[in-house]
């Protein structure tokens, strides 16, 4: 697999992001003022991961599942990745253990390229540092059955087709339903909220001018 893509996007992810101009895109409403960052806010990584199949980068997906009533994401799409620990050491390793723990994928075998914008997530009080990595093989997924319904391996250029980018109400509970919010269309399934916009600033770091070549 030509590493050409893998080595623009380190550099690229090495120059100023940018930021909430490329999140609010995948944005509902609601969330077009970044919102205050309490410092009760529960600190979390997660991890875009690239991966080659079938001659193309793909990222892959967890369909979260949850026993919890309570659990305000469960039933959504989102990148691997929770909530950090104090034995983690910084919130890359947080990204790293638990995509270990929810998708089997051998942390020594992930390369880390560099970080995107963080975002807080109100409903649920994350403030999340995403990451991106990348491995030279295409792993075997092991979805740890107590928090993954479903795998989904998506193809990157997926994402830069504009057929695939949708608007729509979303149904969150029987008595709140959120109006034009965007999501990525995944194939009947939606991807949106704070997933969405990490893929929308990860859309616009991947397809930049380096500032340095390689």
């Not at 875009?48 to 369909?63: C, D, Y």
């Amino acid at each position: 697999m030509d590493l050409a893509f893998i080595h623009h996007l380190e550099q690229s992810l090495q120059q100023p992001l940018p930021g909430q101009i490329a999140q609010i895109k995948m944005a509902h409403p609601a969330r077009y003022e970044g919102p205050f960052i309490p410092p009760t806010a529960t600190l979390a990584g997660v991890l875009a991961l690239f991966f080659p199949k079938n001659g193309q980068w793909n990222l892959v997906f967890i369909e979260r599942v949850s026993h919890n009533a309570r659990d305000v994401h469960k039933g959504q799409i989102s990148f691997p990745g929770g909530r950090y620990e104090a034995g983690d050491g910084h919130s890359g390793q947080t990204a790293l253990r638990e995509t270990h723990e929810e998708v089997g994928v051998n942390p020594q075998d992930i390369t880390l390229l560099g970080a995107l914008t963080e975002l807080y997530i109100p409903v649920s009080n994350f403030h999340v540092q995403p990451y991106v990595g990348f491995m030279e093989y295409a792993p075997v997924f092991q979805p740890q059955e107590a928090e993954v319904a479903g795998i989904l391996e998506v193809p990157f250029d997926h994402f830069h087709d504009p057929q695939h980018v949708k608007m729509q109400d979303l149904v969150i509970n029987p008595t709140f339903t959120l109006p034009n919010v965007p999501y990525f269309d995944l194939e009947g399934k939606k991807l949106w909220g704070a997933t969405a916009m990490i893929v929308s600033e990860l859309l616009e770091v991947s397809t930049r001018k380096a500032l340095v070549s390689y």
